[in-house]
């Protein structure tokens, strides 16, 4: 049965939508939910939670991207065969973790690298009923990044999840505390507003020329996280996680008075160039860009999906979110030779604080805006997929993160036990996501397989936040 008359079903597609789902660019999220029990499949189950509650979520969740006779493109709604976005991989029973381990880790690796019948809807759910080291069954949702981004589908997913002690009650996330100012802090920051106008010029200046550069001629080193080759997007991928505490993440943000992105970039980065060190000391200095991507919508948590999909809303749906380039700190000034030990591990936080910090007061995010909205309306969402894509691929890797809810959610009275996403598609041979939720967070690496040794990375990455931990704990004033 037909969703609506013809003349009905079309909608725009956003110029996000149209970069992002391109000749050029194609980008997907996947999101992985961990059960704490075991999965028992019933196929009414997966269909109703999907019909009744996921696909009315938004109308791109039963549309499909056409093309228009003068070129542009737009969302056509569809009737979806369910059967089709779902799928139960299936592999022999009663064997060992290891197996399922090895299998589940395939699994991914193939369903990163799989590209969406551009026919239906550009969604999936898998379901993978068999126990791993992290989980009794997962439930994996793929998602193509036309679709919204990583607040959008999150917003998604979460309305089809409960709270495991109300379900009645929603989910809630943690909340963004600003510091308050005294009149005197308030009256010295005043006198700050006008130097700090004109840093933010040539800041400005700065970062949009690098940002171009960066996009179209400026590259970054061939190192061991970098092969820099062609079509390294197509290439297999393996993904690693590994979860730290928030607690202490709030610690270590306590202590030098930083933000927990500040917190995770800087572990990140260390631990980056610590694993550069280890397989290549020659060009463990090389240089070395990460993208971080920041959300762009007002600050707070997550709005229902009505209320992103209402105009004018100031947490709207769709893609909102830009990318800045962060230079790695080198280990040359940090180090004496190659001694772990004599390495200020706090640096890598303090630097990542002062060039966040520094990049977000700059205007070069809206002139970069501008300047995608500008190449578009000259050449094309094609050319200005390729612009992105260059962006992408001149630099080393990419970071990103979500906010989790605080409390144990369920999904269709499985409760989570865990969760992580990842973005594939795109040009490196690395990227980092994050997300908390409840007490911990969640870093998953995705990485070129057969260039980089996940676990050699993530041990780095741990060894990373072991120390900076240590130096936080050590040099803040509760612990003196």
């Not at 631990?271 to 397989?279: K, S």
Request: charged share 20%.
């Amino acid at each position: 049965m037909d969703i609506a008359l013809e003349e009905e079903v079309f909608e725009p597609a956003s110029p996000s939508s149209q970069y992002l789902n391109s000749s050029n660019l194609s980008l997907c999220v996947i999101a992985v939910l961990e059960s704490k029990i075991p999965i028992e499949y019933e196929e009414s189950l997966p269909l109703n939670l999907l019909k009744d509650v996921f696909v009315p979520i938004n109308p791109r969740f039963s549309s499909i991207m056409v093309t228009g006779k003068k070129g542009t493109r737009k969302w056509k709604r569809v009737e979806v065969n369910y059967e089709d976005h779902i799928r139960t991989p299936i592999f022999p029973s009663e064997q060992t973790l290891d197996f399922y381990n090895e299998c589940f880790s395939n699994y991914i690796s193939n369903l990163a690298t799989e590209q969406f019948p551009q026919n239906r809807p550009l969604w999936e759910i898998h379901i993978f009923k068999y126990p791993t080291k992290d989980a009794a069954g997962s439930v994996i949702f793929k998602l193509h990044h036309s679709l919204g981004d990583g607040y959008s589908l999150m917003g998604a997913l979460l309305s089809c999840l409960q709270r495991v002690d109300n379900p009645s009650l929603p989910l809630t996330f943690p909340s963004r505390q600003r510091t308050t100012l005294s009149s005197k802090d308030k009256a010295f920051s005043v006198l700050k507003v006008v130097p700090r106008f004109f840093k933010g010029v040539v800041n400005t200046v700065y970062d949009f020329g690098e940002s171009i550069l960066k996009s179209t001629l400026v590259e970054d080193d061939r190192t061991a996280i970098r092969s820099g080759d062609e079509g390294v997007e197509f290439r297999p991928i393996v993904v690693t996680t590994k979860t730290f505490s928030l607690d202490c993440l709030k610690q270590i943000k306590a202590s030098l008075n930083v933000t927990i992105n500040d917190v995770i970039t800087g572990i990140v980065e260390y631990g980056t160039r610590l694993y550069m060190q280890e397989v290549n000391k020659e060009s463990c200095n090389g240089k070395c860009t990460a993208l971080v991507l920041f959300n762009t919508r007002a600050l707070g948590g997550y709005k229902s999906v009505n209320d992103m999909i209402k105009p004018n809303s100031d947490m709207p749906w769709g893609n909102h979110f830009t990318f800045l380039p962060v230079s790695l700190p080198t280990l040359t000034n940090l180090a004496k030779r190659d001694d772990r030990s004599s390495i200020n591990p706090l640096a890598f936080v303090q630097k990542a604080h002062r060039m966040i910090d520094r990049k977000r007061n700059s205007a070069s995010v809206w002139l970069t805006s501008k300047l995608l909205h500008f190449l578009r309306k000259l050449r094309g969402p094609e050319a200005t997929a390729r612009f992105i894509h260059g962006t992408l691929k001149n630099t080393s890797m990419a970071l990103t993160n979500l906010i989790g809810p605080v409390e144990e959610m369920a999904l269709a009275n499985h409760p989570v036990k865990g969760l992580y996403f990842i973005v594939t598609g795109a040009p490196q041979s690395c990227s980092v996501t994050i997300v908390s939720y409840v007490d911990k967070l969640r870093i998953a690496m995705v990485v070129e397989k057969g260039f980089i040794d996940p676990n050699k990375l993530k041990s780095c990455i741990d060894y990373a936040f072991d120390t900076i931990f240590k130096a936080a704990v050590k040099s803040s004033p509760v612990a003196t």
